[in-house]
């Protein structure tokens, strides 16, 4: 009997896409959200990460054992604890790959996610884990997914950062559910991490460049301090710690955190990654 894969946050941008993907190659899939509503793929089960009382759902609900487990952290600074706490959990019942998406931001031992990859690197080292840690760049459907940025394209002609000219590698969520379908059912343990990139390095001003070609309307780049986005991403309803954490990534990026690229997807995946203009063509409607 093939193991059941479970995918946290399997509704959200990646887990959404990894689920169809999983389940195209006939793969038997477990997909957790709090609603537990699933997305057409896969075995739905309802699984909240501050609601102990769910973690035992999708065990007792696989059709054959879980024999590993995609890991999507819930928006908290100190995710790491309850984290860790659930990979002890599924280790008791049987799990032995954990594949944990984080960010290229984050390094081993980092808050939040940072830790939980260093706990797989030390289960792993011990021999207790199979893992792969996913460290994607930021995605290209945030542009179409985040009211802060959507509203403004298609309300304003614009798209705010406080990145200045910082140029970031962006990313496919496609592109990253095939790195994540590889390290789950690859019969080598992949015991290692992927900075998964896409294919060029493009800037904000860059990005409403294109925009405004795809578009046929005029889209800036407006540049703001990094406080003024903090109050900006505060206005969208963050909470101010998150507000000024992601303020400060993008600081990181006007001074060159993310002015990187490499081959990992077409590497691990075999496919070009998703260009910036192929994704804004398949998504032009959201934003007329």
Excluded: C
Excluded at 77 to 106: H, P, T, Y
């Amino acid at each position: 009997m093939t193991p059941s894969i479970l995918i946290l946050g399997g509704t959200g941008k990646v887990g959404s896409r990894l689920a169809r993907q999983l389940s195209a190659s006939q793969q038997p899939i477990l997909v957790a959200s709090r609603r537990g509503t699933g997305n057409g793929h896969g075995v739905p089960v309802a699984f909240d990460w501050h609601n102990r009382e769910t973690w035992e759902k999708p065990f007792a609900t696989a059709a054959s054992p879980i024999g590993a487990v995609y890991l999507i952290a819930p928006p908290s600074l100190d995710a790491d604890k309850i984290m860790n706490e659930f990979i002890d959990f599924a280790r008791e019942r049987g799990v032995r790959r954990f594949v944990l998406q984080s960010a290229s931001s984050i390094e081993p031992g980092g808050p939040a996610m940072g830790k939980v990859h260093s706990y797989l690197i030390e289960l792993g080292q011990r021999g207790e884990v199979d893992w792969a840690v996913l460290r994607p760049t930021w995605f290209q459907e945030n542009f179409a997914d985040q009211p802060n940025h959507y509203r403004s394209i298609k309300e304003e002609g614009k798209v705010y950062s406080a990145t200045g000219d910082g140029k970031i590698p962006w990313v496919s969520s496609d592109d990253i559910a095939a790195v994540a379908a590889r390290a789950l059912t690859s019969p080598e343990p992949p015991n290692t991490e992927y900075l998964v990139l896409g294919p060029e390095l493009l800037s904000y001003g860059e990005i409403a460049d294109i925009l405004t070609d795809v578009l046929g309307k005029k889209i800036v780049h407006v540049d703001l301090s990094a406080e003024g986005l903090e109050e900006r991403h505060q206005s969208f309803g963050m909470a101010a710690e998150y507000a000024k954490m992601m303020s400060a990534m993008d600081t990181a990026i006007k001074f060159g955190a993310e002015n990187r690229t490499n081959d990992v997807v077409l590497a691990v995946t075999g496919d070009r990654p998703k260009t910036f203009r192929e994704f804004a063509e398949s998504a032009k409607e959201t934003w007329l």
